[in-house]
């Protein structure tokens, strides 16, 4: 008997939680639908947008692009220039094999990449 009433004060416990719906947040809102997409208002503001201001954000997209570039060739040959110097300092043969290696695969990368 207290087997049953255990069984029914658990199974009334849980159904209300079982019986709740799913529920969505869209920015500030709950709601018992899924988000809509992109408002066409927005895409089309987009599309009208000041072409001044799209020229001035490609711009910057372009200098970032570029500082991004030069600091690659930098670090590139900060490594070459730590390779080097490691092989001037001299190490075992199998390191050495490395060293020379990595250092003919950076200046290929250097040349490739950053001139």
Do not use: W
């Not at 020379?100 to 990449?113: F, L, P, S, V, Y």
């Amino acid at each position: 008997m207290t087997r049953l009433i255990v069984v029914l004060a658990f199974a009334l416990a849980c159904t209300p939680a079982l019986a709740q719906k799913k529920m969505y947040r869209c920015g500030n809102q709950f709601q018992e639908r899924p988000c809509e997409g992109p408002k066409t208002d927005a895409a089309a503001a987009a599309a009208n947008a000041d072409p001044q201001k799209q020229q001035g954000t490609a711009a910057k997209r372009e200098e970032r692009e570029q500082a991004i570039h030069l600091t690659k060739c930098e670090n590139y040959s900060e490594e070459l220039g730590d390779i080097t110097r490691r092989i001037n300092a001299g190490a075992n043969d199998k390191v050495m094999d490395q060293f020379m290696r990595r250092q003919k695969e950076m200046k290929d990368r250097i040349d490739r990449e950053c001139k």
